[in-house]
């Protein structure tokens, strides 16, 4: 090891690359929520599974 070298390297994380994580994680959240409820209407043979939008795309959604 190099006499002036860190003993440890360090990262810092942008702004940007939070927001995009923070999506993605709000994404994934949608998408287990309506897999799970449709888990639960599949189960039960709940027809209307198939006219709920919310299940069917769970990332369109109207603006909040």
């Known amino acids: 090891m190099a006499q002036n070298?860190?003993?440890v390297?360090?990262?810092q994380i942008s702004k940007g690359a939070l927001d995009v994580t923070?999506?993605?994680a709000?994404?994934?959240k949608r998408?287990?929520?309506a897999h799970g409820e449709n888990a639960i209407r599949s189960h039960r043979s709940d027809p209307s599974?198939?006219?709920k939008a919310r299940?069917?795309?769970p990332l369109f959604r109207?603006?909040?």
């Open 5 to 7: 070298a860190p003993d």
């Open 9 to 11: 390297i360090s990262a």
């Open 22 to 24: 923070r999506r993605l």
């Open 26 to 28: 709000a994404r994934a």
């Open 31 to 33: 998408i287990a929520i």
């Open 49 to 51: 599974r198939w006219r």
């Open 55 to 57: 299940l069917l795309w």
């Open 62 to 64: 109207k603006a909040d």
